[in-house]
């Protein structure tokens, strides 16, 4: 440092050099008192997009706040700060527990502003497969004629799943779980491949073998 005072001295001169300083420190001073007196509380957090079920216990937070804020993370009511990136950007990686997970969270900035809260986010940890029960047919089942050719398959499975038999979409019922579904046989054997999938991913597959003859 005193070689650059040195410098200074040498190529501006006294004078000079006392001005540059007297500016630096008004500098440090009036950023020093804009600090003290920022009563500003930045903008909540922003977080990424979240899936509403997850099949995994590891998870990561991920958002975007003000560049150099502290996070203040509440995760299923324990709190954990993070710090911004340069890019104003941010995350944290938790554990989920079993069933529905809750976070939110608030910005602070240098001068210990706090932002409010932002939006509450839950997501839900399922790592087991839906059930999936097939009424009609029955597998290994035989139909014969043209009035049995189009074969109503019924079963049950979870609220909230999506159901394919051999890709065709069956729409289930969004308060009970039943379906209902009406399916043109071939002549010969029939394979009826089902799979129910869940928010999460989570996956059950069955399948059943019927015979038809005209």
């Not at 950007?89 to 554990?95: D, G, P, R």
């Amino acid at each position: 440092m005193a070689v650059v005072f040195l410098g200074l001295f040498l190529f501006i001169g006294l004078p000079a050099v006392g001005k540059l300083l007297g500016y630096v420190s008004d500098l440090k001073r009036n950023n020093s008192v804009a600090d003290k007196y920022d009563k500003t509380p930045p903008a909540p957090p922003f977080f990424d997009y979240f899936p509403e079920a997850v099949s995994k216990t590891g998870f990561e937070i991920k958002g975007k706040s003000e560049e150099g804020a502290t996070i203040i993370i509440n995760f299923n009511d324990a709190t954990q700060e993070v710090l911004t990136e340069t890019s104003g950007e941010f995350s944290y990686n938790v554990s989920l527990i079993k069933g529905s997970n809750t976070f939110f969270a608030t910005a602070k900035d240098a001068s210990g502003n706090e932002s409010v809260k932002s939006k509450i986010v839950t997501v839900v940890f399922d790592n087991e497969p839906p059930k999936l029960d097939i009424s009609t047919p029955g597998d290994g089942a035989s139909y014969f004629g043209s009035k049995q050719k189009d074969l109503n398959i019924t079963g049950s499975t979870e609220v909230g799943v999506t159901l394919y038999v051999n890709e065709r979409y069956i729409e289930v019922n969004p308060e009970e779980g039943t379906f209902s579904y009406v399916y043109s046989l071939d002549v010969g054997e029939n394979s009826l491949n089902f799979k129910s999938t869940d928010k999460a991913g989570n996956q059950t597959e069955k399948t059943y073998r019927v015979s038809f003859t005209n």
